[in-house]
């Protein structure tokens, strides 16, 4: 336990460890950062936690290796946001969450998600794909709180999710045809 903790510390102590670059591009990625994308990165950290969460219950309960491979995108490019939207709100001293219950539009209930969780087969795949495409186009209604954005960094994390969530929405649907 006390190597995982020292560990942790020196792997925090060279992330803080400020040098002219990190410094200077840190300080420019929060100019213009305001609570639109304050909020937005609230809402989005646990929307993006539960798609990786999905995504995870797809890599072990699916056979199909299209979405197998679909899976692991997800996890990957939304946990790289996700931490992206962590230093969003640490380095603005920020809540992590929203102060009050925000409906998100695209979230599974606690029920839906249980009930993804016990499928199998062709049965599993078909409802994790119509529930990711659910989760997904929530996830491009949200982008709207940033959409106004003055913050680069902002205007580019919109643009990358509008774009790989659209593209993943559509390869989606193109499965889904196939496993009807």
């Not at 969780?117 to 794909?129: A, C, E, M, V």
């Not at 954005?149 to 902002?154: F, L």
Request: aromatic residues 4%; proline residues 1%; hydrophobic residues 45%.
């Amino acid at each position: 336990m006390l190597k995982k903790i020292i560990v942790s510390l020196l792997a925090i102590g060279i992330i803080l460890v400020p040098n002219s670059a990190n410094a200077s591009s840190h300080a420019k990625s929060l100019q213009n950062l305001g609570m639109s994308e304050i909020m937005f990165a609230q809402m989005m950290i646990p929307h993006h936690e539960q798609a990786i969460s999905m995504s995870e219950t797809a890599l072990k309960k699916s056979r199909n290796q299209e979405i197998l491979k679909l899976s692991r995108q997800i996890k990957t490019l939304q946990s790289s946001e996700t931490s992206q939207l962590t230093y969003w709100l640490k380095a603005t001293n920020s809540s992590m969450t929203m102060d009050h219950d925000m409906k998100m539009s695209g979230m599974l209930t606690v029920k839906e998600f249980a009930s993804l969780k016990q499928l199998t087969g062709t049965q599993f795949d078909r409802t994790f794909l119509q529930l990711m495409i659910k989760h997904h186009q929530g996830a491009l209604e949200m982008l709207d709180l940033i959409s106004g954005s003055r913050n680069a960094e902002a205007k580019a994390l919109a643009k990358a999710i509008n774009s790989a969530q659209s593209k993943e929405i559509s390869s989606m649907k193109l499965l889904l045809k196939k496993l009807k």
